[in-house]
């Protein structure tokens, strides 16, 4: 449901069902709810078999990359000759993107369910549930319903009775956007600085302590219940665009909308829809003028581009954007674009580990160029030079940090390049007396 | 992120030892959770923080000491994640969300209320009774809520320049 608004009727309400609702926390009414009959059941079904369901289900990871979460189980080794790990990736900070705080603050024992799920099917018997530090009230949440699993025999030494070992841990992140990339997130797991890490090797080789290690998306794990519950095939019916984008995503809509909020709609939903019925349109007397649809590190569509597309992977893709992690960021004619612009660069700069010179520079300087740009002491080379650097930032680092930077950038000027040429011209916004 | 600089009154009394009694045993059944003592030190440092308000040189030395790594790897640590304080703070830390989904719904005007409501001169120094540290911070995960601001370890929700004396009001 749109939570903070009531659901609409277009939603297809499947992970925040219970959203708003503070019972659902309560262990006790979750099971009447019918929580913890996924793990009964995948605990009798067997491993692989599990994670056949998760493939058939066809669900890609909701973090942002997309990759298929049943084909990277399957990564994993299938004799254990070391410990297997999982990760549930909830350091949630990609600008734009608020729905992992609403599963974790409203339905934690779903992720711990879709936790325990994984955990079995890996293999593994330590999962780490790295929550960023900022999300207090998150963490306070999924640290009592654990404490509940935990007291009722559900995790533990004998997960619900049945033999086998499941412990989660809350790992609380402390301030660190880059913790978010998966092998980053195992570093600071580990003790350690949160700097990527060179991949290959990839996680299901070696990841936690040089082990194989599987890590998920909160919204991802989430969704696992439902998927061993009602059947893969099921959850692959859920599409309304193409069999390649499947299942339900919730989008985190901010910005300059009437009603910012979680809305959860089936993957190909029209994403005109989405803003103008279900999160009401611009705010009064505004027109919208620009979408990332997937959080800040996907480059910018036009309004009258995001009327043409598809809310799915592939739907996004045709339009020159990502679906990423589902946050979408409005922006309307009241937004000074470059300025905006120039807020992103400057957050990548700072959340750079620093690691890579391509990264650690090129933000820094976009960032730089831009607030020049911003104080009316732009030269007119300096477009080229930023798509310049935007290319240098491409490709080339351990992780993509500084590819979102270049994404965002280049395609806002190449968007809205008038908007940038008119501060090169008159040192102030286009339009601006 | 900028951290709390001159003008920030010196502790008093000297800061209690760290892991003894409670944070010792918590410190303890941390460690059970991890195959190596140096993955407790996010943890060891979160808790150096809860008791002393701040992560005090003294205070990299015993965590390196418990965990058995050396201070200057704690302090490489330390200073890699921006909510450890290498700095005392006021009585409360706030941290506002400037990113561009809550700056284009007028987080800067909030910030600004902030400083004026609590005393403080610029962000990041604390207010001259000791009392506010004020810092923007980047994305705080609660765009929909434009702006989110996080006092402690409680977060308002959609917070404006106009509800902001009030707030302030709830915490003096």
Known sequence: MGYPHPSHPRETVLLSRDFGDPEARRLDVWIKRGGYQALEKALGMGRDAVIEEVKTSGIRGRGGAGFPAGVKWGFMPKQRTKPHYLCCNADEGEPGTFKDREIMRWTPHAVIEGCAIAAYAIQAEDGYIYVRGEFTEPIRVLQAALDEAYAKGILGPNAMGRGVRIDLTIHRG????????????MNSIEGKRGNPRVKPPFPAAAGLWGCPTTINNVETLAAVPHIITRGGAWYQSLSLSNPKSTGTKLFSICGAIAKPGNYEVTMGFPLKDLLYDLAGGPRPGRKLTAVQPGGSSVPFITAEEAERTLLDYEGCLAVGTQLGSGGMIVYDDATDIVYQVMRLARFYAHESCAQCTQCREGTAWTAKILQKLLRGEGRNED?????D???????KTICVLSDSCAAAVTSAIQKFRPDFEAYLRDGRRAGAA | MSQAGPGTPAPSEPLPRLFEGAARRELDAILKQYPTKQAALLPALWIAQRRQGWISPAAMAEVAEALGVTVAYV???????????QHPVGTHFVQVCTTSPCNLCGAEGVVKALLEATGCKRLGETSPDGKWTIVETECLGACGFATPVLIDDDLIESVTAESVPALVARYR
Request: charged letters at 15%.
């Open chain 1, 383 to 387: 477009l080229d030079l930023l798509f």
């Open chain 1, 174 to 185: 402390a301030g660190a956007y880059i913790c978010g990339e998966e092998t980053a997130l």
């Open chain 1, 389 to 395: 650097l935007g290319e240098q930032m491409t490709g």
């Open chain 2, 75 to 85: 302090k490489g640590v330390v200073t890699f994640y921006t909510m450890y304080h």
